[in-house]
């Protein structure tokens, strides 16, 4: 609506020539009846024309006064029908901004060519310009491009220049492409018009990629043009400040393994030389592929590693491209030494003559940040000046190690190994953790099988599934399974069809990146009648009923794991009463168990002390410690909302109402900023805890409140908790799956720094996503590494 309340009709020709019909003098007729008048006095001499290079048919216009709608030009009433498709405002722009440039030559006292171009859909597609004394041309793309199609552009351009360093790009919508040069240059110039009048005033913007704030935009005409192009002030700005435009990176999947080349030295004004990272020669082998020599990308605060030992990089391993095939180098973050024995199945290093290898165990991983740890190795990759060197070097110290540790220890080796998207056997297990597993009995390897896949879950593959004997799966894998939970696992036929499923499932799991897992197979016989299942099942879930056997007398280590017991069922049971109700199922289930397994409970609980005595000390132990976890975390978040209930003010009321209590409202607790916000902080936790996100416009009051009282209330959220914990925020998503808007000022907001690049942000937010999943899950898992460094 105008500011007279007249509808405009842009369906109407609004837009035209001066003159004659090809002429390239725009005009755009005013669309109030007095302003019309007024240019009618202004330019009394002008003709108007459905120009040719507005895509018209060339016949002449005349302008049409109206009071009760929209003044517009329109055919005389003898003319050919016209089949120009654009008659709106924007619809001569490509012309004013030829316009604009060509003024913009004049000032500045440039020869140059300024002319529209049709590339498809109509004459107003793009405007060229072609600075000859600066080698430089410059393209304003006012339709719409994709990356394909800028790029066939752009090697069109560079054919007539035959250089493209000389082009400049202006953009007038915004698409991918716009982004892409951002995140590419740190700046992306773009161009829009502004009706004043029967002009259209053109204007230069400046889009940086954090989108954090609008477009910058400045006048054509207090633009300059340079031997680098078309600046702003803003332009000057971003090429003074901004760092080095970083190469384009990927993924390596499973993995690789390298070893550094000391005689080599990297080029020293290499595009991926960086000033917080080694850049060094390596000979780099993938999983699966061939072993090629190349550049190798290092983390800068630790030493380069030493270039005798051979190196394994689990994850985190990435590409790095240059545009138009320039060259490529490979990026890690964490690596691990190899021992020996595996150093020499890499092709990579063998031993000097008369060194014995024995298998051992590997050093844990380098990673950014960390000082990489001194451990002398029995027979790790040494030169090889003489036999005797190699025989001097002292034997493995070996390191103290609790039964926590070495289960801890085995999950994460299983883990790795379905990374690489493999399976293994004890006998690999023993030469990587240690020796101590070759020497454990079935029974034992067993016990020490359930623990690491305790407790249970759908969400979290079974990683015993990934352990090989003969072939085929463990021969007691159906116990560990039955001990796990899993009915009808112990003597089941489709046993080595559920392990190959669950292998696919821990691939999906672990792998990099990850994928959805689908579901488990399940045991249950086919030959049981439909009748018999439910009997048959609540059969295995119910153990026989017996009174419960006099344990024999436990060993002295057994004293010390009853007392352990003791000592964790006392703990948790003083916190119990703090705990919410889910929490406290979860304590009550692990109290219950291990005072069955202590002999505590009356005569009545003799079922569950049957069914405790099935299961091993080490297995309540292990339910204690998770349970006493859970509380903590439980009661840590009760503590955070209580915490920023307390902080928020109290509602004042006015003198003059505090004298007449019962004429005031009641405030519904649900509007109050506290208890909203305790209710998103609720509803994130329960989202990380399911290992999940959860939508913007999902999440309470998402639908009804702006935009900015949501980021407000997410700042508050993330900036109450530790300054380690994964930012809640981080769960949220937009609607096209990936970080909200707001994301990169959050992480500004909670004084963290905040990145120059799209790809860095969406990094970053990805990890929070996984920290939170680790920190809420239960078991709390450990948390990887934040990415984003303090402000």
């Given amino acids: 609506m105008s500011q007279s309340g007249i509808a405009f ?17 725009p005009v755009i007729l005013p669309m109030e009846a007095d302003e019309l008048d007024y240019w009618r006095k202004t330019h009394p001499t002008y003709t108007y024309w459905c120009g040719i290079q507005l895509g018209g048919c060339g016949g002449e216009l005349s302008d049409k006064r109206y009071t009760h709608k929209v003044c517009h030009f329109a055919h005389h009433p003898n003319a050919p029908i016209c089949h120009r498709k654009a008659n709106g405002e924007s619809s001569a722009d490509h012309l004013f901004i030829k316009r604009g440039v ?56 560079t054919d007539l220049t035959g250089d493209a360093e000389d082009l400049d790009w202006i953009f007038g919508p915004d698409t991918p492409v716009t982004r892409e040069l951002a995140g590419r240059h740190g700046f992306c110039l773009r161009v829009r018009c502004e009706t004043v009048g029967g002009e259209r005033r053109v204007h230069i913007g400046t889009e940086t990629p954090d989108r954090a704030g609008a477009v910058k935009w400045t006048p054509l005409e207090d633009c300059e043009l340079t031997p680098t192009g078309l600046t702003t002030p803003d332009v000057e ?148 000046h003489t036999a005797e060197a190699a025989k001097a070097v002292p034997p493995t110290s070996s390191q103290p190690r609790t039964h926590a540790d070495l289960v801890t220890q085995l999950r994460d080796v299983l883990a790795d190994t379905a990374r690489l998207r493999s399976t293994t056997t004890w006998e690999v297990l023993a030469r990587r953790i240690g020796p101590e597993l070759s020497r454990l009995s079935d ?21 015993s599934a990934l352990l090989r004997h003969d072939g085929g799966p463990l021969p007691y894998l159906g116990d560990i399974l039955d001990r796990l939970g899993i009915p009808f696992a112990k003597r089941s036929p489709k046993l080595k069809r559920w392990t190959a499923v669950e292998t696919d499932r821990a691939f999906a799991a672990y792998g990099q990146p990850a994928r959805a897992m689908g579901p488990q197979l399940d045991l249950t016989p086919h030959s049981l009648p439909q009748g018999q299942v439910a009997k048959a099942l609540r059969a295995w879930k119910t153990p026989p009923v017996t009174a419960p056997s006099r344990r024999t007398a436990p060993t002295a280590a057994g004293k010390r794991q009853d007392a352990r017991l003791s000592e964790l069922v006392a703990e948790l049971s003083e916190l119990r009463p703090k705990l919410s109700k889910p929490a406290r199922k979860r304590a009550n289930r692990a109290i219950t168990g291990a005072r069955a397994w202590l002999g505590e409970l009356p005569v009545q609980g003799v079922r569950k002390r049957a069914k405790a005595a099935a299961q091993s000390r080490a297995h309540h132990i292990q339910a204690l410690e998770n349970a006493l976890k859970g509380a903590r975390t439980d009661i840590a978040g009760t503590d955070f909302h209580s915490r920023h209930q307390d902080e928020e003010p109290e509602p004042t009321v006015p003198a003059t109402e505090a004298s007449v209590p019962m004429q005031l409202a009641p405030v519904p607790k649900a509007t109050q900023p506290a208890g909203a916000e ?114």
């Fill in 443 to 463: 029974t034992e390897r067993r016990d020490l099988l359930v623990e690491v896949d305790s407790p249970l879950s759908r969400y979290v593959p079974v990683r």
């Fill in 237 to 384: 700005t971003i090429r003074i400040s901004r760092p080095r435009p970083k190469p384009h990176s990927f993924p390596i999947q499973g993995g690789l393994v390298f070893a550094l080349v000391p005689e080599a030295d990297a080029p020293s004004h290499s595009p991926f030389a960086s000033e917080d990272r080694h850049l060094l020669v390596a000979d780099v082998k993938p999983v699966d592929s061939p072993i090629v020599r190349t550049l190798l990308s290092l983390p800068g605060d630790t030493e380069a590693p030493p270039a005798e030992h051979v190196y394994r990089v689990s994850d985190s391993a990435r590409m790095l491209v240059l545009e138009d095939g320039q060259g490529w180098a490979v990026e890690a973050n964490r690596y691990y030494r190899l021992n020996a024995h595996d150093a020499q199945h890499t092709g990579l290093w063998s031993p000097p003559p008369g060194m014995h290898v024995a298998p051992e165990r590997s050093p844990a991983p380098v990673s950014r940040g960390a000082k990489r740890p001194e451990v002398e190795v029995a027979a790790s990759p040494q030169p090889a």
């Fill in 9 to 25: 009709d842009h369906r109407l020709v609004q837009t035209a020539v001066i003159g004659r019909a090809n002429s390239d003098h």
């Fill in 102 to 157: 060509q003024r913009l030559l004049s000032k500045e006292k440039l020869s140059g060519k300024v002319q529209t171009q049709n590339l498809g859909t109509g004459p107003g597609d793009a405007v060229d310009v072609h600075l000859p004394g600066a080698r430089r041309r410059l393209r304003f793309q006012l339709s719409g491009l994709d990356y394909p199609a800028w790029r066939r552009a752009v090697d069109d351009l």
């Fill in 678 to 791: 305790k209710r998103l902080a609720e509803v994130l936790i329960h989202t990380a805890a399911q290992g999940k996100t959860i939508q913007l416009l999902d999440l309470p009051g998402g639908r009804t409140l702006p935009d900015e009282t949501l980021r407000r209330m997410l700042t508050n959220i993330d900036r109450n908790l530790a300054p380690d914990v994964p930012l809640l925020s981080a769960l949220v998503t937009s609607p096209d799956g990936g970080p909200v808007p707001f994301f990169h000022r959050i992480l500004k907001e909670v004084g963290l720094a905040a990145p120059q690049t799209d790809e860095a942000l969406t990094a970053i937010w990805r990890r929070e996503q996984e920290r939170a999943h680790a920190k809420y899950a239960y078991p709390a898992q450990p948390l990887p590494p934040r990415l984003v460094p303090p402000a």
